[in-house]
């Protein structure tokens, strides 16, 4: 794919670094141009997450979601985006070999999509990656808590940190480790409130939390989650739309119209100049 020409938007990478213990870091994700659009005003930043293998493409996990979909989601993101910052996630399999190998990876996707920053999940052990490059000047998000690239190594999706406080030290070390390789802003996802804190107040960068507390520097959640258009979300998804009810909804009455020959009426009819019959949707069966 070519290059896609490269926006500076209002909300930069030092900008929202700097938002640390100030106003909430609003964050949301976004698949698609029209998406983008419309979440634009409203976002600071938007996250091309890996979740589109599982929300869009019907995966059963982000395992297998590659480059070339998160380049295209990428860039279809970055056309409709003017203002939030537009974060793309590395997939899996594409940084963790080696410095090398994420660097290029990195470029591609910053090249062909026209967003800002990438993000990738991992701790200490990605901090060699990240130091790479952030000295090289692209931008990266890090993520740690629950790694859902790493469902096969895990089992699942269950939330950390919530049983007792053992592990917790470990999973803090990996925020410091991140913040410190040179991340701008870390996703902390499903854990405790507590270690939320803990992690939050541990490192220089802010912390954007999924399922993490409001104790968080910033919050993300999944578009088609928070707009009730998933049949399953995590408990920590609030639904501030039904979209899934209205689609339901809309998608009835136009079987139902279209089965009685209602749609399309005259309205939605182009006629031969001269001719007043009425259309067949407006003859009443
Ligand atoms: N639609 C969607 N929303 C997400 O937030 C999301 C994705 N997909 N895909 C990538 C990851 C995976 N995530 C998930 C997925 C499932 C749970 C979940 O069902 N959690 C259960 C507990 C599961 C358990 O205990 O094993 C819950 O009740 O919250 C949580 C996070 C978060 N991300
Ligand atoms: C849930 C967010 C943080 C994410 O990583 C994704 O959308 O893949």
Redesign the pocket.
């Known amino acids: 794919m070519s290059a896609q020409s490269t926006v500076i938007r209002p909300n930069t990478v030092p900008k929202l670094r700097a938002r640390k213990g100030a106003e909430p870091i609003v964050c949301l994700?976004a698949y698609t141009a029209p998406m983008a659009q419309l979440l634009d005003p409203h976002a600071d930043l938007l996250l091309v997450?890996?979740?589109l293998?599982?929300?869009l493409y019907g995966l059963p996990?982000?395992v297998p979601v590659t480059l070339d979909m998160m380049i295209a989601h990428g860039a279809a993101v970055a056309r409709g985006a003017t203002r939030a910052l537009v974060v793309v996630d590395m997939p899996f399999g594409t940084y963790e070999e080696s410095p090398q190998q994420a660097y290029r990876n990195a470029v591609r996707v910053l090249r062909e999509s026209g967003a800002s920053a990438v993000k990738l999940e991992g701790g200490a052990v990605m901090a060699e990656t990240i130091a790479f490059l952030t000295s090289r000047g692209i931008p990266v998000m890090g993520h740690v808590g629950?790694l859902?690239q790493s469902?096969n190594a895990s089992g699942?999706?269950?939330?950390l940190g919530t049983a007792d406080t053992s592990g917790w030290d470990r999973i803090i070390a990996d925020a410091v480790a991140v913040a410190e390789a040179g991340a701008f802003l870390i996703v902390v996802?499903?854990v405790s409130e507590p270690l939320a804190v803990r992690i939050t107040e541990s490192i220089a960068v802010p912390t954007i939390g999924?399922?993490a507390s409001a104790s968080c520097d910033g919050q993300v959640?999944?578009i088609?989650?928070m707009l009730g258009m998933?049949s399953?979300?995590?408990?920590?998804?609030k639904r501030y739309a039904e979209l899934g009810v209205a689609i339901g909804e809309a998608a009835g009455r136009y079987a139902e119209e279209v089965r009685s020959r209602q749609f399309p009426s005259e309205q939605y009819t182009y006629r031969l100049k001269g001719d007043n019959r009425p259309s067949d949707g407006d003859r009443k069966p």
């Open positions: 994700t997450g890996d979740s293998g599982m929300v996990s982000t629950l859902p469902v699942g999706y269950a939330a996802e499903a999924i399922g959640l999944v088609d989650d998933s399953r979300t995590p408990k920590f998804v």
